[in-house]
Each structure stands twice: as C-alpha cells, then as structure tokens.
C-alpha cells in the first residue's frame, strides 16, 4: 500500500533536520556542567570528540537500518523488525517521552533563559529552574513564551510539511550562518586568552576522572542527539535509499566539527573555573569575547538558533506515533493523516501536550540525565539489532559497515554499555526514572495495545 504521506523531502532538508535535532539546547548549555565534572580543558574536549566518534558509528549503523527499513518512525521501526513488536512499542514510548516532548520542552526553556539575558522575567531560573509540580500552578512569563513557542511550531507543522521543511531550512541556516560568525569574529576580534587551555578548574564531582567521563558522555550524547533524525523521516524523502544516508553522515560529521570548534572558543573565551555551573555558557562566552554589546547580539541570535531545534523535533516526533498507530500501537487517531494538508495532525498535537506537561513541571540538569539514559539504551538495543537483521534474505549492507563489520556497531554498543552502567551506579535516581518508564511502557502495551499489533 503506497504511503499518504507525501514524498518532498530532499538530501538539503533531510541534512537541515538532522543538524537542526543536533545543534541546540545541549551544545549552549551542557560545557558549563562539564567545566566542573572534569577539571581539565583537554578531557572536555576529549569528551566532545568522544561523542562524536560514538555518534558518527551510530549513524553508519543507521543508515544501513534505515535504507532497509525506509518507513517513518526510526528506531520504533528498526527495534519491532529486529526484536519484536514489545521492542518496536516501548521505543516509540520512550521516543514520546524522553525522546522528543521533554527535548521540546527543554529546548523552549532554553530559548526562554537565552532570552531573560535582555528580559529578567523570562528567566526560567529566575522563576524557579529547578521546577516541580507547583510550577505548572502558576507558571513564570518564561514557561508561558516557551509554552507560546511550541503552540506555533505545531501550527505550522499541521500546515504542512513543505512549509515546515522551508522554515525550518530557513532556521538552519541562519544559525548555521550565526555560528560561523561567531567562531570567525572569536579567534579574530575576540578578547579571548589562550592561556586559558593550561589553566584547570576544582573539580566539583565526588568521583573519578575515567567514571566522571562515562557519566559526563551522557551530557555530550544528549547534546548529539538528533543525528539519527532523517531516519524518522525517511518515508517523506525522495530517494531514501541515496538521501537518508548521506543527510545522515553529513549532517553528523558537520556538527561534530562545530561542536569541536565551540567548545575550542567557548575556552578562549573564559577559563573553565569561570564557567563552573553557567547554562547560558553561549551568552558568558559572547560576553567575554565581544564585550556587552556583541555579546547581546550573538545571546539574541543563539535564541534564533535554538528555535530551529525545537522545529525539527516537532517535525520528526509525531511520525514515530503516525507509525506506531499504523501498527495499532498508539492511539488510533495518531495514523490518520490530514487529506487537506497531508500531515499527522493528532500525532503533531499529541506531543504538543506532551511538552505543555513538561514545560510546566521540568527540571533542567535531572532532565538530561533522563534523556540521555534511555535514549542511548534503545539507540544500542536498535544498532545490536542489525547483527540479526543481516541473516535476512535480500539485506541490504552500506559497504561502510561491512568494510569493517562488525567493528562499528560493536564501538556504538559498546560505548553505550559503558555509560550506561556507569551512569545507574553514579546517577541512580534518574536511570531508574528512566527504567521505570520502560516497566511502565510494557505494562501499558501488555493490558491495552498488544492485542491490535
């Protein structure tokens, strides 16, 4: 049966979503948690290369599923042919949660605090960062702009998918262009100290450098999170066999180098010890690089790069549900898709709720933790499901897997173990959250769904 969905997505906007998943809340906020954890310019830098390595092996297996597999919904797709259909519905169940809503909700925050650089009142720290239930009782002018920001991008989504790809090429680059101007004018203009690459800050974690750097990979793989976003997608493309895997690698291997590149100014801009604890790190750095009037400049223009993200994930969320509804694993409503405008419209205000829920009650640094723990748990499970998957008849391998088969599915699997086992003994509180979400997943799909799939 041939797909509702319309197929218009091209290599330039697939690229665009995955950049714009990849570059966003993490990259501004996270170097300041890490300045504290690790101490040490290099192993900051070291753990930002290390992510991308992991992310980049993540990806090459994800192509290799995904031009095997080219349906919307990603890894709830990949996990259901490889494991099952309990796998394939717990992924999209964790993918609803951790995987898009709460990274929408924290990349409209994240807009908003950018944003309270010039407006006080819509600091979301100002208000009350740290977030509980109360929160949602009386929400701060922040939580209602960031609440206001999701509104519109589920608009425009509903109307469209072309006009959501063109705006949301429009946001990549601009913050494409942002960022390079930012990196250009810092080593050229910048008042910035290299010197500040040999100066160390106190460390504020309790635990070693090598179970610190698992854990802190948790925060970097949350800030790469994002580079599988074209297989969601790939229903959408126009050759999905060609496009998904060059959006894939590309746009993954230029945010690994923009990562690096940030991280390199975000240090010449301010010693580590000055960026202990700052989730604003790229409104400080701009500060101290450009002084008050350049760094206002750059702190408005990261908030405009920030939107982008939140766009994507908008985009790329509700196809996960649009497919899991096809499949009967969500509610019905999810899988129709609008005859007028040719897009999931339930599934798009599905996660807008979602989001609303999140914005009003979240929390910041536990938040990442959650997301990254379960996320890295199903990316592993999806890329191990490829040492099955290849028995099939008729498989498709990517000759850059199978140069080197199976060495990078086993770094991606690999890597992943290790954080993970690291960060349930060091971060116990939110790894069980997460698992919790899980054990809550297989309870809900056991009573209501498994019977439709």
């Known amino acids: 049966?041939?797909?509702?969905?319309?197929?218009?997505?091209?290599?330039?906007?697939?690229?665009?979503?995955?950049?714009?998943?990849?570059?966003?809340?993490?990259?501004?906020?996270?170097?300041?948690?890490?300045?504290?954890?690790?101490?040490?310019?290099?192993?900051?830098?070291?753990?930002?290369?290390?992510?991308?390595?992991?992310?980049?092996?993540?990806?090459?297996?994800?192509?290799?599923?995904?031009?095997?597999?080219?349906?919307?919904?990603?890894?709830?797709?990949?996990?259901?042919?490889?494991?099952?259909?309990?796998?394939?519905?717990?992924?999209?169940?964790?993918?609803?949660?951790?995987?898009?809503?709460?990274?929408?909700a924290a990349g409209a925050l994240a807009v908003s605090e950018y944003l309270g650089h010039f407006f006080p009142s819509l600091s979301v720290r100002g208000t009350g960062?740290?977030?509980?239930?109360?929160?949602?009782?009386?929400?701060?002018?922040?939580?209602?702009?960031?609440?206001?920001?999701?509104a519109?991008?589920?608009?425009?989504?509903?109307?469209?998918?072309?006009?959501?790809?063109?705006?949301?090429?429009?946001?990549?680059?601009?913050?494409?262009?942002?960022?390079?101007?930012?990196?250009?004018?810092?080593?050229?203009?910048?008042?910035?100290?290299?010197?500040n690459f040999a100066l160390t800050a106190t460390r504020t974690s309790p635990h070693s450098v090598g179970a610190q750097f698992a854990v802190s990979l948790i925060f970097v793989m949350f800030a790469y999170s994002g580079w599988n976003a074209a297989t969601y997608v790939a229903e959408e493309m126009k050759t999905p066999e060609r496009t998904l895997p060059l959006a894939?690698?590309?746009?993954?291997?230029?945010?690994?180098?923009?990562?690096?590149?940030?991280?390199?100014?975000?240090?010449?801009?301010?010693?580590?010890?000055?960026?202990?604890?700052?989730?604003?790190?790229?409104?400080?750095?701009?500060?101290?690089?450009?002084g008050l009037g350049g760094g206002d400049v750059f702190s408005a223009m990261m908030a405009v790069g920030l939107l982008s993200c939140v766009s994507a994930m908008v985009i790329v969320g509700p196809r996960?549900?649009?497919?899991?509804?096809?499949?009967?694993?969500?509610?019905?409503?999810?899988?129709?898709?609008?005859?007028?405008?040719?897009?999931?419209?339930?599934?798009?205000?599905?996660?807008?709720?979602?989001?609303?829920?999140?914005?009003l009650t979240g929390t910041f640094e536990r938040l990442i933790y959650y997301i990254g723990f379960a996320l890295i748990l199903f990316a592993a499970l999806a890329t191990a499901g490829i040492f099955r998957l290849r028995r099939r008849p008729g498989w498709k391998p990517l000759p850059a897997i199978t140069w080197a088969y199976p060495l990078i599915p086993a770094v991606f699997v690999g890597a992943s173990g290790w954080m993970l086992g690291y960060t349930l003994f060091l971060r116990p509180n939110e790894s069980l959250l997460g698992l919790l979400t899980l054990a809550t997943g297989a309870l809900f799909y056991r009573c209501i769904f498994r019977k439709a799939s």
């Open 1 to 104: 049966m041939e797909s509702p969905l319309r197929r218009e997505l091209t290599f330039l906007s697939a690229g665009a979503i995955v950049v714009s998943n990849m570059i966003g809340t993490g990259i501004f906020t996270t170097t300041g948690f890490l300045a504290g954890d690790l101490g040490s310019p290099s192993l900051v830098l070291a753990v930002w290369l290390a992510g991308g390595i992991i992310a980049l092996a993540g990806c090459l297996a994800y192509a290799e599923l995904g031009i095997n597999f080219p349906r919307s919904g990603g890894d709830y797709v990949f996990l259901r042919e490889a494991w099952g259909p309990t796998w394939g519905f717990l992924s999209g169940w964790i993918s609803f949660f951790a995987g898009f809503a709460a990274p929408v």
């Open 129 to 150: 960062e740290g977030g509980n239930w109360v929160a949602g009782l009386a929400p701060g002018n922040g939580r209602l702009l960031a609440l206001a920001i999701i």
């Open 152 to 195: 519109v991008f589920a608009v425009v989504n509903i109307l469209g998918v072309r006009l959501a790809a063109r705006l949301q090429t429009f946001l990549t680059a601009t913050k494409l262009v942002v960022l390079g101007t930012f990196l250009a004018l810092a080593f050229a203009i910048g008042r910035g100290h290299w010197q």
């Open 248 to 290: 894939l690698v590309a746009g993954t291997a230029v945010v690994v180098i923009i990562y690096l590149a940030l991280n390199i100014a975000f240090i010449y801009a301010l010693p580590l010890q000055a960026m202990k604890g700052v989730v604003r790190v790229g409104a400080e750095t701009a500060g101290a690089l450009f």
């Open 320 to 359: 996960v549900y649009y497919a899991m509804a096809l499949d009967g694993c969500f509610f019905r409503g999810a899988g129709r898709v609008s005859g007028r405008w040719g897009t999931p419209v339930e599934a798009i205000l599905y996660q807008t709720l979602a989001s609303a829920a999140m914005i």
